[in-house]
């Protein structure tokens, strides 16, 4: 769902065609206000202070520059930042270890712009966009080292048989509403079982939720 209000969007990439393609695929989305466009951290940081925007939209890996390091320093100054990660690199480890630091989303650098449009929408009305791909990778992560050292399973009845649902839908990819559709039940009932989910689970995010159902066996990779 587009947003109802201006959004502000800043980029940080060292790929001057890139951002320009980026620029002219944001600018015509009637929602956004403005466009921060910059290729070093300085410059980010400075468009930040001046006026934090609603999404960032981060290269991964540039001249001189971590992306784990940059995430980790802006989220530690602008905790309400939404990250979503644009990179060329898709291995486990680099989705995992940015989901983990706090990243809203992890896109391929040749994703469709309709793509990118709808992680956008997602992440400024739910806080995330998850992928199947996102999933895969967190659960992957955390099953390896769960064969060699498994986890203490969970009492049976620490979830309710809905609860389960909701997480499997969860760790899917399937937002609040597509739940609701596919279980027959309304958006805030939804809702309200995913904040008992992250209470139980002592997780603040959906990357947290897929590494604890992954770490006591409650998924199939």
């Given at each position: 769902?587009?947003p109802?209000y201006?959004?502000?969007?800043?980029l940080?990439?060292?790929?001057p065609?890139?951002?320009?393609g980026?620029r002219y695929?944001?600018q015509?989305?009637?929602?956004?206000?403005?466009v921060?466009d910059?290729?070093?951290?300085?410059?980010?940081l400075t468009?930040?202070?001046?006026?934090?925007p609603?999404?960032l939209l981060?290269?991964?890996?540039?001249?001189?520059?971590?992306?784990p390091?940059?995430?980790q320093?802006?989220?530690?100054?602008f905790?309400d930042?939404?990250?979503?990660?644009l990179?060329?690199h898709s291995?486990?480890?680099f989705?995992?270890q940015?989901?983990?630091?706090?990243?809203?989303?992890?896109?391929?650098?040749?994703?469709?712009?309709?793509e990118?449009?709808?992680?956008?929408e997602?992440v400024?009305?739910?806080?995330y966009h998850?992928t199947p791909?996102?999933s895969?990778a967190?659960?992957?992560?955390?099953?390896?080292p769960s064969?060699?050292h498994?986890?203490?399973?969970?009492?049976p009845?620490?979830f309710?048989p809905?609860?389960?649902?909701?997480?499997?839908?969860?760790?899917?990819?399937?937002?609040?509403a597509?739940?609701?559709?596919h279980l027959?039940?309304?958006?805030?009932?939804v809702?309200?079982?995913?904040q008992?989910?992250?209470?139980?689970?002592?997780?603040?995010?959906?990357?947290g939720?897929?590494?604890?159902?992954?770490k006591?066996?409650?998924?199939?990779t």
């Amino acid at each position: 769902m587009a947003p109802s209000y201006p959004v502000h969007i800043a980029l940080l990439d060292d790929h001057p065609l890139f951002r320009q393609g980026l620029r002219y695929i944001l600018q015509a989305l009637p929602y956004v206000e403005a466009v921060a466009d910059t290729s070093t951290l300085p410059e980010l940081l400075t468009a930040c202070e001046q006026r934090l925007p609603d999404v960032l939209l981060l290269d991964l890996q540039m001249p001189g520059m971590d992306g784990p390091e940059v995430a980790q320093l802006l989220l530690t100054r602008f905790p309400d930042l939404k990250i979503v990660v644009l990179s060329m690199h898709s291995a486990d480890k680099f989705i995992t270890q940015m989901m983990k630091l706090g990243a809203r989303s992890y896109l391929p650098k040749d994703a469709a712009p309709e793509e990118l449009i709808r992680a956008l929408e997602e992440v400024l009305a739910t806080g995330y966009h998850f992928t199947p791909r996102i999933s895969r990778a967190l659960m992957r992560g955390v099953q390896q080292p769960s064969r060699q050292h498994p986890a203490k399973l969970l009492e049976p009845d620490h979830f309710t048989p809905r609860e389960e649902e909701v997480l499997r839908l969860i760790c899917e990819g399937c937002t609040a509403a597509e739940i609701a559709t596919h279980l027959f039940i309304s958006k805030r009932t939804v809702e309200g079982h995913w904040q008992r989910l992250l209470e139980k689970t002592g997780t603040r995010n959906v990357a947290g939720l897929v590494v604890f159902a992954a770490k006591h066996g409650m998924l199939e990779t």
